[in-house]
């Protein structure tokens, strides 16, 4: 039972080019989740995926876009990066109750240059 | 609209002392609570909730909180700190009503514990 998993751990962008967060969760959650942290600023939710089949922007939606492939897998795609989207990326689930926890992947360290 | 306020940036504290970290929230209805702490280079991990009932819940390390519905406040405490406590602590709310699942956090305080 791994959790959330989260890939790549790491990744250097140039400005302009495209990238794929990929998450996954074997915990069998419905919701799926998209944070950015950012120094004195918490977590900021980009999209999430209440369920599988929807998906619904968030606090700072813009520049990015989602996919809830299936139950398990939610994947946020960066389409022209910008210095502005350097940030510590974080995949969260839970399931369906308001009262649920969120569970949380380790994170990705994203840098455009 | 929620929010989530941690006053302190910061908090500073000897081993072995109580440690408190604050968190007051804002929310249409009743609120559900939860805190998280992150360690260097890790993700968030759960320590604790309110959903309802005793005021006073208990977590992960020996952590507790204590909902105060009055102050609308819920705030982090542990009554001997060690030096493995010290990391990054968000607390975060959304209502008991509703249909949407989004979480707000505060914006983080960073706990220092020393010998």
């Known amino acids: 039972n791994a959790g959330v998993t989260q890939t790549p751990k790491f990744q250097v962008l140039k400005t302009g080019q495209s990238m794929t967060l990929q998450c996954a969760q074997d915990?069998?959650?419905?919701?799926m989740y998209w944070y950015r942290q950012d120094p004195g600023m918490g977590l900021r939710l980009i999209y999430y995926?209440?369920?599988?089949?929807?998906?619904d922007k968030g606090e700072v939606p813009n520049g990015y876009n989602v996919s809830r492939l299936n139950k398990r897998e939610f994947s946020l795609r960066l389409e022209s990066a910008a210095p502005s989207q350097t940030s510590v990326y974080f995949c969260?689930?839970?399931?369906?109750?308001?009262?649920?926890?969120?569970?949380f992947g380790p994170g990705t360290r994203l840098t455009v240059l | 609209a929620q929010s989530v306020a941690q006053p302190e940036d910061q908090v500073n504290v000897a081993e072995g002392n109580p440690l408190t970290v604050k968190c007051t929230y804002s929310?249409?209805?009743?609120?559900?609570l939860f805190w998280y702490v992150q360690y260097p280079n890790r993700g968030l991990q759960f320590l604790l909730k309110?959903?309802?009932?005793?005021?006073l819940v208990k977590g992960s390390y020996g952590f507790e909180a204590e909902f105060n519905k009055s102050q609308t406040s819920f705030h982090l405490k542990k009554p001997s700190a060690l030096v493995s406590d010290s990391a990054l602590y968000f607390c975060?709310?959304?209502?008991?009503?509703?249909?949407?699942?989004?979480?707000?956090f505060g914006t983080g305080t960073r706990l220092q514990v020393t010998l």
């Open positions: 969260a689930s839970q399931n369906r109750g308001l009262a649920d926890t969120q569970y």
């Open positions: 915990m069998n959650h419905n919701s």
């Open positions: 995926s209440a369920s599988e089949g929807t998906t």
């Open positions: 929310v249409s209805g009743n609120p559900y």
């Open positions: 309110y959903i309802t009932g005793d005021n």
């Open positions: 975060a709310v959304r209502p008991d009503t509703g249909t949407a699942s989004k979480l707000t």
